[in-house]
């Protein structure tokens, strides 16, 4: 993470109102939001940036969210990976945590919870 | 997903804390346990004295209990609430004076065990605002009523008062079937949300229900059930979609749903509210034996 640029975040989400949400939500705290509701989009866009964080939804058409987050994880090992489930599971959200992800959240989440697990994953990256 | 699960010292809250560790196990959620007493309790509380030695009220053994059976329902190792993360943290012990002490956190998720003083709803919603909780979960007596025996009209004042969805345990019964209720309330993303992490939670079937009036649904709810009975088909959900007159709500309720859940949309729109006031609400709860999920 580089030191006086702003925390860059990709949101992947195949439900518009999700990235509708919370791409205005986290600007409002100074952050450089990216949203994709296309995962394969979203991973041509990771092939070209590295993003700071990456929050991801899991059950989604075309490329899942496993698989997603295991190229992300694969291309940029120090971004954070958060979860977010409409379909937890706790096989999936073992499985998360076993591909390294930061945090697994299950749908229906406050805005602000979403805000203090993305301050806790930016201060991980400045520790690292 | 952040639960709180508001709790006293009776059977029933016991018995809800399964369905809350159950859903902790599927949803990795944070989780608050939570019990309330009278305010005039909280003068026997001093800074920097434990809690539990001040205080002579049956509730402490109850919550102390319920953190060890949430706990036990993981193996070990497995728990994202294991207490591991310990380090120094600085506490206020008194007015001027703090001290660091040592705190074992979750060691992925925060499980934590509260004590508020004043009156129960008010207490609650306060603590759902201040934790961004998106489900409370509460036990209440079975049968055909839903009350807390020390303050037996708690469950219903605060389902009519929650910002956010309440599921109130009632029954032991296995969920083989939601039934989610639908008339002209407003219906929240988040709300749909809540209804397929119980679907998946139970491998429940779905069954989205339009509530009629005369035979007829209005016109501008139509596209927002077709809308939502699409959206949970294209999630996969096994999903099925039914009409139901109002009048005969109670009947269908008392008939139907007594081995489900019963999921109802209640907003300020709701033509329920509309039709039996302010007490419709409880009206439907306590008509029905299962357990009931109130969803916004």
């Known amino acids: 993470m580089r030191t006086g640029e702003k925390t860059t975040i990709l949101i992947l989400d195949d439900e518009p109102i999700v990235c509708k949400r919370l791409k205005p939500y986290l600007e409002k705290y100074g952050y450089e939001v990216e949203t994709f509701t296309d995962s394969s989009n979203a991973l041509e866009r990771v092939k070209e940036k590295d993003f700071d964080i990456v929050i991801t939804d899991l059950k989604m058409e075309g490329i899942d969210g496993m698989t997603f987050l295991t190229k992300v994880k694969e291309k940029s090992p120090s971004t954070q990976v958060i979860v977010i489930t409409g379909f937890a599971t706790m096989e999936t959200a073992k499985q998360s945590y076993q591909k390294g992800v930061f945090d697994f959240i299950a749908k229906p989440f406050k805005l602000s919870e979403i805000h203090e697990v993305v301050k806790k994953a930016e201060k991980k990256l400045k520790q690292e | 997903m952040r639960i709180m699960f508001v709790a006293d010292q009776h059977e029933y809250s016991a018995f809800a804390l399964e369905t809350v560790s159950l859903l902790a196990r599927n949803t990795f959620s944070d989780v608050t346990i939570l019990g309330i007493l009278p305010r005039d309790m909280a003068s026997s509380v001093k800074p920097g004295k434990p809690c539990d030695l001040l205080l002579d009220h049956p509730i402490i053994n109850a919550l ?116 989610a209720c639908l008339d002209e309330s407003h219906i929240t993303q988040d709300s749909l949300e809540m209804v397929n992490q119980m679907a998946v939670l139970h491998g429940a079937k779905v069954n989205l229900v339009a509530l009629t009036k005369g035979g007829g649904i209005k016109a501008e709810v139509y596209p927002w059930f077709d809308e939502v009975l699409e959206y949970y088909k ?63």
């Open chain 2, 64 to 179: 102390e209990k319920y953190r060890e059976t949430f706990l036990a329902h993981w193996e070990p190792n497995e728990s994202p609430y294991s207490p591991t993360k310990c380090q120094y943290e600085w506490f206020s012990v008194k007015d001027g004076l703090c001290e660091q002490m040592m705190v074992c956190r979750g060691s992925i998720k925060d499980l934590k065990v509260r004590l508020r003083f004043g009156q129960p709803v008010n207490e609650t919603l306060a603590a759902v605002e201040e934790e961004g909780v998106s489900l409370v979960v509460l036990g209440c007596t079975r049968g055909e009523e839903c009350l807390w025996k020390d303050n037996p009209t708690f469950p219903q004042k605060l389902v009519q008062a929650a910002p956010c969805s309440v599921l109130l345990v009632k029954e032991a019964e296995r969920i083989e079937q939601i039934y």
């Open chain 2, 234 to 296: 294209k999630k996969g959900l096994d999903v099925d979609s039914q009409f139901t007159e109002i009048e005969e709500f109670e009947q269908f309720i008392r008939n139907k749903v007594q081995h489900g859940l019963l999921a109802m949309w209640m907003g300020k729109k709701s033509l329920l509210e509309k039709l039996f006031h302010k007490d419709s609400i409880e009206h439907f709860i306590s008509s029905c034996r299962a357990s009931v999920l109130v969803l916004r």
